[in-house]
C-alpha cells in the first residue's frame, strides 16, 4: 500500500436532530432550533475540513509518484472524486418530515 493511501472512517455517525422554526415568530423550542443550527454549521465545517484533506492526500500522493500517479494515486482520487461530486460533499444531514424542505447544497 502507498505511503499516500489512508484508511477511511468506517463507522456510522448518526444525523443531527432536526427542529423545525415556527412558520411565523419564534420556534416553538428555541434551545432545541439553536442546537440543530450550530451542529449544522458543525457538520459543515467537518465535510469541508474532509474535502480539504483529501485534495491535500491526493496533491501529496501525486508529488511523491511522479509519472506513475495514475495507478498509485487511483484510490485517492476516486475517494476525493466521489466526496466533491456529492451535492452536500458528504454532510450529514437530519432525517426532514417534509423532504422537500431539505436544506444544504
Known sequence: M???????????????PHVEKAKYGRAADPVGY???VEQRARERAVAVET???LRERMIKCYRVESV???ERCRKVAKDYYDLITQPSVGQLH???????????Y
Open 2 to 16: 502507498a505511503e499516500c493511501e489512508k484508511r477511511n472512517f468506517e463507522g456510522k455517525l448518526k444525523p443531527y
Open 34 to 36: 439553536l442546537n440543530a
Open 51 to 53: 474535502v480539504r484533506i
Open 68 to 70: 506513475n500517479y495514475h
Open 94 to 104: 437530519p432525517e426532514w418530515e417534509d423532504p422537500s424542505k431539505k436544506q444544504g
